[in-house]
C-alpha cells in the first residue's frame, strides 16, 4: 500500500504546477477572446445602426459582411483544422475519455480567429465552447513542451477546459465541477486537483485581462424567499424546461444530420446561414450573437407573453442552424438564452392567471436557467452552480434544486440522451474518419513512388 501511496504521489508538484501554467494561459486566451467579441458585438450593433441610414445598400452591406465572416470561419475550419468545428467541448470530451488523439496545436489559433468571425458575425453561438476547447488545446502544448504522460495530458486537458469555462462565465466553481461531473466524471483526487488549481488560475488569469472578472456576468433584482405555495409554478417550469431541452437536443441533431448529408459545399452553407443571421439581425440587432443581453433582460423580469414567445422561438431556430453552420461557437450560452426566457414566461402567464401562487417571473428566469441546463446537458450540479455564480443570487437555490430534479425526469423519461454525450459520439467518429482520410492520403504518394 505504501508503494502505491508512492506512486500516486510521484511528480505530483511539478504536475500541479502544469495544471497551473495551463490554467494561467487558458485565461489569458480566453479573456482576449471574449474582450474581442465583446468589441466586435459592439461594433455589429453599431454598424447595423449606421447602416440603417443607407437603407437598401446598407440592408446589403449587412447580410454581405455577416455572410462573409460566416464563410471564412468555416473556410478555416474546413480547410485549415476540421477539429476546430462547432463547440469544442465534445471533441475535448472525447480526448479525456480516449477515444480521440489529442489533435494538433493549430485547433487553438482556428478555434480562436474562427470564433472570432462567426460568434462576432452575429451566429447564436456562444464563446464558452471555444474557450473550453482553446484551453484543452494549450494543455496539449504544455504537455508536449513538458514531456508529460499519456495519461497525464488527458488530465490536462480536462484542466484546461475547466479554466477555459470558468474564463467564458466568470464562474471559477461552474467550471470545475462542469469538467468533474461532465468531462471526466469521476472526482478521484488526481484529477480533481489539478482541474480546481486550473480553474482558479484561468480565472486569475483572466483578471489580468478584465477588470471585472470579480462581478458577476448578470444582475438580478433583490428576490424574496420561496413559499410552499408557490410551488406549482416552479413543477410547471420544470416539465416545461424538460420537454422544450429534449426538443432542443433533437432539433441540435438533426440540424447536424441534415448538414452532414447535404451536397452543399460547407464554406457555401455557411455563407447562407450567415446570410440569413444578418437579415434577421438588420431587423432586430437584440436577437442575434451570443444573447447575454436577452439573458439579462429576463433575470430583470422584462417582457411581455407575446414577445417572450416570439424571441424563444426565433433563437431555438437561430441556434439550430447556427451551429449546423460548422463554424466555431458554442451551445451554453444559447441555452441560457432559451432557459432564462421561458422562465420569465411561465412567471409572467403566472403571474397573470394566479398570482399568489407563482414566483416573481426574474425568480424564475434564474431558476430556468438551470432548469433548461440540465435537461439538455443532464449536469444539474453544475447548471445549478453556473446559475448562482454568473448571478450571485441564492435566494432559489431550493425551487431551483426542484426544477432540475423535474426537467432531468423528464428528459430521461422521453429517453433523450444528453446533448454532449451525442456530439462526443459524432466527434469521436469524425476524429476516425479524418484520421482514415490522413492516412490515405499519405499512403497515396509512397503507393506512386513505389509504382
Not at 181 to 200: H, I, N, Q
Request: glycine share 14%.
Amino acid at each position: 500500500m505504501a508503494k502505491i501511496g508512492r506512486a500516486a504521489t510521484d511528480g505530483q508538484p511539478t504536475f500541479v504546477a502544469a495544471a497551473a501554467v495551463v490554467g494561467l494561459l487558458t485565461g489569458l486566451v480566453a479573456g482576449s477572446f471574449g474582450i474581442l467579441l465583446d468589441a466586435a458585438g459592439r461594433g455589429r450593433v453599431d454598424l447595423v445602426r449606421w447602416a440603417h441610414g443607407m437603407q437598401v445598400p446598407g440592408f446589403l452591406l449587412i447580410v454581405a459582411i455577416c455572410a462573409s465572416a460566416t464563410g471564412a470561419a468555416a473556410w478555416l475550419v474546413h480547410r485549415v483544422e476540421p477539429h476546430a468545428e462547432g463547440s469544442g467541448i465534445p471533441r475535448v470530451e472525447a480526448v479525456v475519455e480516449g477515444r480521440a488523439v489529442p489533435g494538433r496545436f493549430r485547433i487553438l489559433p482556428v478555434k480562436y480567429v474562427g470564433g472570432l468571425l462567426s460568434i462576432g458575425s452575429g451566429l447564436a453561438l456562444g464563446r464558452e465552447g471555444p474557450s473550453v476547447q482553446m484551453g484543452g488545446n494549450i494543455a496539449v502544448i504544455v504537455a508536449a513542451v513538458l514531456r508529460r504522460s499519456r495519461s497525464d495530458v488527458r488530465v490536462l486537458v480536462a484542466a484546461g477546459a475547466a479554466a477555459g469555462l470558468a474564463t467564458a462565465f466568470n464562474a471559477p466553481i461552474a467550471g470545475g465541477v462542469f469538467v468533474l461531473e461532465e468531462l471526466v466524471k469521476r472526482f478521484d483526487p488526481r484529477t480533481t486537483l489539478a482541474t480546481l488549481v486550473a480553474s482558479a488560475a484561468g480565472f486569475a488569469g483572466a483578471h489580468l485581462v478584465l477588470h471585472n472578472s470579480t462581478t458577476t456576468d448578470f444582475r438580478v433584482p433583490t428576490l424574496g424567499d420561496p413559499t410552499l405555495a408557490q410551488a406549482p409554478s416552479v413543477i410547471t417550469l420544470g416539465v416545461a424546461a424538460g420537454l422544450l431541452g429534449v426538443a432542443y437536443n433533437g432539433a441540435v441533431m438533426a440540424g447536424l444530420r441534415i448538414a452532414d448529408r447535404s451536397r452543399c459545399p460547407v464554406v457555401l452553407r455557411a455563407v447562407g446561414i450567415g446570410a440569413v443571421v444578418g437579415a434577421v439581425g438588420w431587423w432586430a440587432a437584440p436577437l442575434v450573437g451570443g444573447g447575454d443581453n436577452l439573458t439579462q433582460r429576463a433575470l430583470l423580469g422584462h417582457g411581455a407573453v407575446l414577445a417572450v414567445v416570439g424571441l424563444i422561438t426565433v433563437r431555438f431556430a437561430l441556434g439550430v442552424v447556427s451551429y449546423a453552420a460548422a463554424t466555431p461557437g458554442g451551445l451554453f450560452a444559447p441555452m441560457l438564452v432559451l432557459g432564462s426566457q421561458l422562465g420569465l414566461l411561465v412567471g409572467l402567464i403566472g403571474h397573470m392567471l394566479a398570482p399568489h401562487e407563482t414566483l416573481a417571473p426574474a425568480g424564475l428566469a434564474l431558476i430556468g436557467m438551470a432548469a433548461f441546463f440540465t435537461a439538455t446537458v443532464r449536469a444539474p450540479v453544475t447548471g445549478i452552480v453556473l446559475a448562482t455564480e454568473m448571478t450571485g443570487s441564492t435566494t432559489q437555490l431550493a425551487p431551483m434544486l426542484g426544477a432540475c430534479a423535474i426537467a432531468m425526469l423528464v428528459a430521461t423519461m422521453l429517453r433523450s440522451a444528453p446533448i454532449y454525450d451525442q456530439l462526443t459520439g459524432r466527434a469521436a467518429s469524425a476524429a476516425r474518419e479524418n484520421a482514415v482520410e490522413a492516412a490515405t492520403r499519405s499512403e497515396a504518394p509512397a503507393a506512386t513512388a513505389a509504382g
